[in-house]
């Protein structure tokens, strides 16, 4: 613009200059509004999402993570998972299962610790499974908690499943475990099963064993903590 005599003095530009609505998205460079530019609540970091109210947040309830795995160097008679790992962060804990027994006919179990010491006592727990074959049997009061049991053939071969540990931590209410997997002893036999503790308690452990014997090298139990 061509001006008769002194040229202004240039003025900033100021949001009081500019009409509601006049800078459209074509105006804005892509890529040039940071993260910190939001105006969005909560911690803006990789490991949250902006949801629809305009807040940072955590993935919702029901992600996995991962807090602890066993893998056998040398057999064992026990792995364990202990109040290290079971805590009140989480309601319910969800475990993948790879075991072997390193004798046949054995059969995978389970005990729950309270305080740190491993409940055995004659009516502790109450079990039952049922097999894809229909058979199946339970017990409401057995110092451990069975997940099958062989009595057809020799069993050299791993179990592989998973089990859902629900609400250790509350003492008033029965913590109860649910599981499925298979036994691989030659042929697919798919097990289905539920137990409970028998005593309303704050478990803080959790115990896996065969019924004699030791498990086999290579045997893998992984625990994982379910958000809320």
Known sequence: MSYIGKVPTAVPLSTNDL???????????DGTIALADLSATGTKDSTTFLRGDNTFAEAGGGSLVKLSSTTLTSTSTFITFDSTIITSTYDAYYFTILAS???DNDYLQIRLS???AFNSGASDYGWAYINDNGTG??????PQIIMFDLTDSAFANAYQGELTLLNPQNSSVKTVINHKGHR?????????????R??????????FFFSSGDISVGSTITCYGIEK
């Open 137 to 142: 049997t339970s017990d409401n009061g057995d």
């Open 184 to 196: 691989n002893d030659g042929s697919p036999n798919l097990i289905t099963g539920g137990a409970q």
């Open 19 to 29: 009409a509601d609505s006049i800078v459209t998205s074509a105006k804005i460079t």
């Open 101 to 103: 027994p390193e004798t």
């Open 114 to 116: 309270d305080g740190g």
């Open 198 to 207: 028998l005593t309303a308690e704050a478990n803080d452990g959790i115990q």
